[in-house]
């Protein structure tokens, strides 16, 4: 269960999307880089996204509007001075993805970039290659790093626990999935790169993988946790009843190019709710969808863009029209049906733009950072940008740490104690169930007081069993997976019962309102600032 080598570098990635390949290739300039990643290196988030990159990139838009933009859908919550940093970063973030040969779309009239516009943008400013552009993306990022000779990848390698020595993160217990072995990794310092947590939900377009891990371990070490409540809901994730196209997400460019969406009357529905109707902020459009659901009792509504010529349709989006075809919906005649889904995470692990946390040794880059970037909404299309930006930072951060040593002898070997084969899985699996299915119904896109004391009792009780199960089980993926959704969704709703108000992607029944200035919720390990029964 154990292997006796220690596997040394001077950093170590756990993570392949955008922000763990980017960093890898900048730090590979500065020594030896161990990247780990759950399952192949190209199943990722990023790997999934098709609307595009958000950045300045036009004479007719300026940072100051990107900046703007971004405050104004973050609800008051954005740290600006990350903001500035990050947003500025955008131009220089294309430049490195061009070179890579990422081939962004562009106008054949004129040669420039095609601008794609979404949600809460006052500008058209989101690059894109057709409606495919994460993949393109990791395309180019993966052909990177296999041909860079001071990058080692770990393929089916997943993160136990982070290994600390005085508050320093030294390295991490890392299982190998299919060898089932626990391997020992140092490194003189160790970023975080893993991406969301939508599995910790029932309805997510995020992998099947996207557990939260890295949040879960960095609370584990004593990282501080901020703002977890926000949990983005994209509006269009296809309604697909047979699961041929489970997971698969309806890009918000739809809409930016007309699509409309339609209750099950065929009636438009959003200009009722927001003066800019479709192209309101996600979290806008997202309740607005659950009211009409609700309302009508439907299981899904409409996004129509059957108007628009079909030759376009099938030019601009081509992977969305190829897949909603296999489920049997031509979208160049038909509404797609559509339903929220969970699908970023606005909070994280508390870090500023250069992924520093308050645990030394310890970096956290992309989804799983808390830096304020987004506040309580993500503007669309500034996930991608924020991956690359921090990326940037973070290996300029990281340079300091050359002299450091790395301190493999320290790291004792992995003692699996008394744990035997576990001989229940089903109630292994259906613990995971029990959490997504509570997380949805009672943490979802409507929340109140007593809904998440519900949610926190039964949490409390399905820890302790999962705690348990950890300890007296062989380890297993799935026993590590779900000691980490459990951890996560806990922390999702006492940060949730902590704010007394509804501001961006939180909205509470009981506190239907925005409260006074703008504060960040904190959390560390060990700190309860609310009783279990409140």
Known sequence: MMS???????????????????????????????????????????????????????????????????LRVGSGLCHSDVVEKIVRRGPEAISELASLEVDFCRDESCGEYELGLEGGHSHRRVLHVKDHTGADIMRALTDAVRKADNIIVFEDHMAVNLVQRS?????????????????????RATVLATGGAGKVFLYTSNPEHATGDGIAMAYRAGATITNMEFI???????????????????????????????????????PSYH?????????????????????????????????????????????????CL?????I??????????????????KADEAGRTDVDRL??????????????????????LEGAAMAHYAAEAVQSYSGRPIQAEEIPPWDPGEATDPDEMIVVTHTWDEIRRLMMNYVGIVRSRKRLIRARNRIDLLSKEINQFYWDFKITPDLVELRNIATVAELIIRMARMRKE??????NLDYPEESGAPVDTILRKGYLPISATE
């Open 4 to 70: 006796e080598e220690i596997y040394e570098s001077d950093f170590l990635v756990i993570g392949t999307g955008i922000a763990g390949l980017m960093f890898s290739l900048k730090v590979a300039q500065l020594g030896s880089v161990s990247v780990l990643t759950k399952r192949k290196m190209y199943e990722c988030a990023t790997s999934r996204a098709q609307g595009g990159i958000a950045a300045v990139v036009s004479d007719e838009d300026s940072i100051a509007s990107h900046v703007e933009d971004t």
């Open 326 to 330: 296999k489920a049997g919906i031509d």
């Open 332 to 349: 160049t005649v038909d509404p797609i049906p559509v339903v929220p889904a969970v699908h970023y995470m606005c909070g994280g692990v």
């Open 167 to 187: 508050n320093s993160v030294i390295g991490a217990y890392v299982l190998d999935t299919k060898e089932r072995i626990v391997k020992r990794f140092a490194a």
């Open 275 to 323: 003066p800019d109707a479709e192209l309101a902020p996600r979290d806008i459009v997202a309740r607005a969808i659950d009211q009409e659901m609700k309302r009508t009792g439907a299981d899904f509504v409409h996004l129509d863009i059957s108007f628009k010529d079909a030759d376009f349709i099938r030019n601009r989006f081509p992977m969305i029209y190829e897949t």
């Open 363 to 384: 970096f956290v880059i992309g989804e799983s950072a808390g830096t304020g970037f987004h506040g309580a909404n993500r503007l669309a299309s500034n996930s991608l």
């Open 232 to 270: 983005q809901f994209h509006p269009t994730l296809l309604y697909d009843p047979t699961g041929t196209s489970r997971s698969f997400l309806i890009s918000e460019a739809l809409r930016g190019e007309g699509a409309v969406l339609l209750g099950p009357d065929g009636e438009r529905f959003m």
């Open 502 to 507: 509804s501001r961006g992607t939180h909205y």
